[in-house]
Every structure is written in structure tokens, then in C-alpha cells.
């Protein structure tokens, strides 16, 4: 049985969704009605184009390979095809714990609860289980919620998961979905050997349904793609598609000295709360974290050196309004979705312009206008163009206000 049994009454015609001649609704998809309920409660209408493009291929059981970045909408279509396969194919009888259905393979903690979150929202109208496994965190509460009951979905880091299968504690070998998001971002970070290690320990490539998605096609993605996937679509959706329009975007001329008083001005003048500060090295984030505070400006760290306990307890402190600003590297702050986030603002310009395209997905979220500031000084302005090039539109520069530049604490200085 995997359809809720306590399902309040709920019809399909209770979510009209209008049919539009250029958009894909969820209704077009012949989904399950407990999916569907969900859907509805989420508020998902139409689908994005990763979505459009790839659903209707992964709901008939086919691989794909697809290149499309954070804030696509690329989790909802890869959960969204398990749970309807799932559903559709239900295992009676009694199941082994430690034996997923589908592992969905993600390369940071904060990136795979996103995504156990979303999966928990979909599966409310029915009995499949999602189970976390990821580095970090409670080692033995981990393993007892593995034991306790059977899991459907299984979404983990590379890492913790290879702990787990090392004890035996996790058999890959029932797995009939395999996901591998953000595969480039794996593969940045050095985890590839041990997603070689967790492949091999799935059925064969046609043996089950494999779904790749990164933000980039490299040489050796296409090469991980043809040797794990079995005669797959590759699907391509353009960075037009993700810079949304929800998201004003300014660039500040200045230069490396003023920066600091830029931000603090822009954060005091402006009254901006629930702020994402981006910076390209950890020492630098740090920095900022220590200037602020000096400055008595609620701020937090968020990056690698920071134990992921104390992470967590950051993040969740952020998301109830309780820091101002979050200082943060693009590897801790890649997949975290956070509802109300007012401004993003590029401390440094990120040496990868895809990194630029995931920073500022942190705010305009959910219908909601954000405002994205970057600071380019002579040191990082040349990386320009390239972000320019890869988000196919010209970014406003101009100066920095003369305003926004002086020190408001100075006396002899023009009021703000």
C-alpha cells in the first residue's frame, strides 16, 4: 500500500489550472492523484522548461542527461518521476531495511535536506519514506532511523553514504532510480571517486533508470554520463532560463579599500535585513563576519571550516530572521533555499560565472522580487564578460553612490 489511507477528500478539479498554448500544466502529465494533491498544495502549476522538456522522457523510464542549473526546477523533476513510478508500481510484501528504491546522490548536506524537504512535500499524500543520509551529522541516529523501517527514496551525500555501505548497513543492489545532481559540482569537489564507488554498487546501467543533471557539459561530465547512463536523452536549457526577471541586478564600481564601507553603508542606510553576502575564499568571509560584528551588525559565518552542527543551527537561525546577514562561500551556500531573502550582495565577483547565476538564485524566490548588488573593483571586473556572456544579458554598472562610500561614522562626513 503506498497511497495514504488517511487522504482527506481532494478532487483533481478541486486545482483548475488553465491550459496555455506555450506551457505544460501537471495535469498534462497523467500523474497520480496523491501526487497531484501535493502538487497542488505546493502551489505548481506549470512546469519549467527543465521540466517540460524532461519529464514526459523520465515518466516513460528513460535516461537523461541534463545540463540545466540551480533554480530550473530540475528537483521537482527528478522527484516527481520517482514518486509516480513508485506509486504506479507499488512492492507488496515485506521489504528489507538499509534497501532504497531510489539514492539520490548530492554533493553537500545543506543541498541534500533541500531536496529531502522537497521530497517530504511531494510524498504527503502517501507511505513512501525519504531517508537522509549525510556527513556531519549524528552517526548512530542515523543508522537507528535506517533500521527502524524501510525507505523508498534515499537521498545522501557521497561520503557518509560510503560509511554506511562499508558497515552494511545500505544494499544498493534494489535501487531502480538512480539521481546524480549537480554531478560537475561532485566532481569540483573531489567526490568522484566514491560516486564510482557507489555506482558499482547499483544494478547495471540497464538495469535501472538514471537521471545525470549538471550545470555544465565538461569533457569528463559526457564521459561519466556515457559510462552510467544507458542510451539517454541529453536535454540542454540555456541560462536565459534561470536568471529570472524576479531578480534586479546592479553592479558597483569601486575599488578594493572602499568595498568594506560600501557594504556596511548599503546594509545601515538601507535598513536591509535577511542579506546573503557572497566572497570567493573562506579567510575573506571571515573577515567580513569580524567586521561586522565590530561594527555591531548581526552576521554569520557560513563556510567549510565552520563544523556542520554549528551550520545548521546558522542556517536555521537565519531562515527565523534571527541574523541579518549571512556570510557565506559559494560551496556552503550552493542549494539553500531560504524563503525572504531581500538581497544578495557579491562581495567578490565569483571566478565562475555559473557560481554568479546560483548566488543570486538565493533571493526572488517564490513569486517574490529580490535584488542582487555586486561589487567589482579593478581587481575582479574583468570577470565581467564572461558572466555577462554566460547569463546572455549586459549588467548595469555604474559608480558607487559617494555616498555609500564615506565613513558615516565621521563626523566631518555628509550625512547619509
Not at 542510451?231 to 536565459?240: F, K, M, S
Not at 575564499?281 to 563544523?307: F, K
Request: aromatic share 6%; charged share 30%; proline share 5%.
Amino acid at each position: 500500500m503506498t497511497v495514504s489511507t488517511d487522504v482527506p477528500a481532494w478532487s483533481i478539479e478541486d486545482f483548475a489550472v488553465e491550459p496555455a498554448d506555450d506551457k505544460t500544466r501537471f495535469h498534462d502529465l497523467d500523474l497520480p492523484k496523491a501526487l497531484m494533491h501535493a502538487i497542488a498544495d505546493l502551489g505548481f502549476r506549470y512546469t519549467s522548461p527543465i521540466q517540460a522538456e524532461s519529464l514526459p522522457i523520465a515518466l516513460d523510464g528513460e535516461d537523461i542527461v541534463a545540463k540545466a542549473q540551480t533554480g530550473t526546477g530540475k528537483t521537482a523533476a527528478f522527484l516527481v518521476t520517482l514518486i509516480d513510478t513508485f506509486l504506479r508500481e507499488p512492492i507488496e510484501g515485506k521489504r528489507r531495511t538499509g534497501t532504497p528504491r531510489a539514492l539520490v546522490l548530492a554533493p553537500t548536506r545543506e543541498l541534500v535536506v533541500q531536496i529531502a524537504k522537497d521530497a517530504e512535500a511531494l510524498v504527503k499524500y502517501t507511505d513512501l519514506k525519504v531517508q537522509t543520509i549525510v556527513g556531519g551529522m549524528d552517526y548512530q541516529r542515523q543508522r537507528d532511523s535506517l533500521r527502524a523501517s524501510p525507505c523508498d527514496i534515499m537521498v545522501a551525500t557521497p561520503g557518509r553514504l560510503i560509511d554506511f555501505l562499508g558497515q552494511n548497513e545500505i544494499n544498493l543492489r534494489k535501487i531502480e532510480i538512480l539521481v546524480l545532481d549537480e554531478a560537475d559540482r561532485m566532481l569540483d569537489m573531489g567526490f568522484m571517486p566514491d560516486v564510482r564507488r557507489i555506482v558499482r554498487a547499483c544494478p547495471r546501467k540497464e538495469s535501472r533508470q538514471t537521471l545525470l543533471f549538471s550545470a555544465t557539459f565538461t569533457p569528463q561530465i559526457l564521459e561519466i554520463s556515457e559510462r552510467w547512463t544507458f542510451e539517454p536523452t541529453r536535454i540542454e536549457i540555456e541560462p536565459d532560463h534561470v536568471t529570472t526577471d524576479s531578480v534586479e541586478q546592479i553592479v558597483y564600481i569601486t575599488t578594493a579599500e572602499t568595498k568594506y564601507q560600501l557594504l556596511k553603508n548599503l546594509i545601515a542606510t538601507r535598513e536591509l535585513h535577511k542579506v546573503m553576502v557572497f566572497a570567493n575564499r573562506r579567510d575573506l568571509c571571515r573577515e567580513l563576519v569580524e567586521r561586522l560584528e565590530r561594527d555591531g551588525v548581526d552576521a554569520a559565518l557560513l563556510s567549510g571550516e565552520v563544523p556542520q552542527r554549528k551550520r545548521t543551527q546558522t542556517l536555521d537561525r537565519f531562515k527565523e530572521g534571527k541574523i541579518r546577514i549571512l556570510v557565506a562561500t559559494d560551496v556552503a551556500g550552493r542549494g539553500i533555499h531560504i524563503d525572504g531573502v531581500g538581497h544578495v550582495i557579491n562581495y567578490t565577483l565569483p571566478e565562475d560565472a555559473e557560481d554568479y547565476v546560483h548566488r543570486i538564485g538565493r533571493t526572488g524566490r517564490a513569486g517574490a522580487v529580490g535584488t542582487s548588488i555586486s561589487f567589482a573593483c579593478e581587481d575582479d571586473s574583468f570577470l565581467l564578460p564572461e558572466i555577462e556572456a554566460f547569463i546572455g544579458r549586459k549588467l548595469p554598472c555604474e559608480q558607487a553612490p559617494e555616498s555609500l562610500i564615506v565613513d558615516v561614522t565621521d563626523s566631518s562626513a555628509p550625512t547619509v
